[in-house]
């Protein structure tokens, strides 16, 4: 079954935003307000980052990576997660997941494709 399902990714130029969601689903979005999450990317050939969290209270954390470029929050009412993104690299290309935060093996989805590239 799902449980969480991402969108928003895209192609986009260097410099640019995209803005990604994260939908829980099912039995995730009954509690969804109490979980800690995540956002995830991944590059063929290397280890998955985390790129930010957000606890269940609202505190962020951030991936040094991003910081000051990404913003995570959540909407609890809508069950959604979100990831503000701006001023975007090439090297921001990758699958990005949600997941909770430690992510759960068994929470891994498709992702949301993000290509930054001119």
């Known amino acids: 079954q799902v449980r969480f399902v991402e969108s928003g990714g895209g192609l986009v130029q260097p410099g640019g935003s995209l803005r990604l969601s994260c939908a829980a689903s099912g039995s995730s979005g009954s509690i969804f307000s109490f979980y800690n999450m995540g956002w995830y990317r991944q590059v063929p050939g290397k280890q998955r980052e985390l790129v930010a969290g957000i606890i269940s209270a609202g505190s962020t954390n951030y991936a040094d990576s991003v910081k000051g470029r990404f913003t995570i929050s959540r909407d609890n009412a809508k069950k959604t997660m979100y990831l503000q993104m701006n001023s975007l690299k090439p090297e921001d290309t990758a699958v990005y997941h949600c997941?909770?935060?430690?992510?759960?093996?068994?929470?891994w989805g498709q992702g949301t494709q993000v290509t930054v590239s001119s």
């Open positions: 997941n909770m935060l430690p992510p759960r093996n068994d929470y």
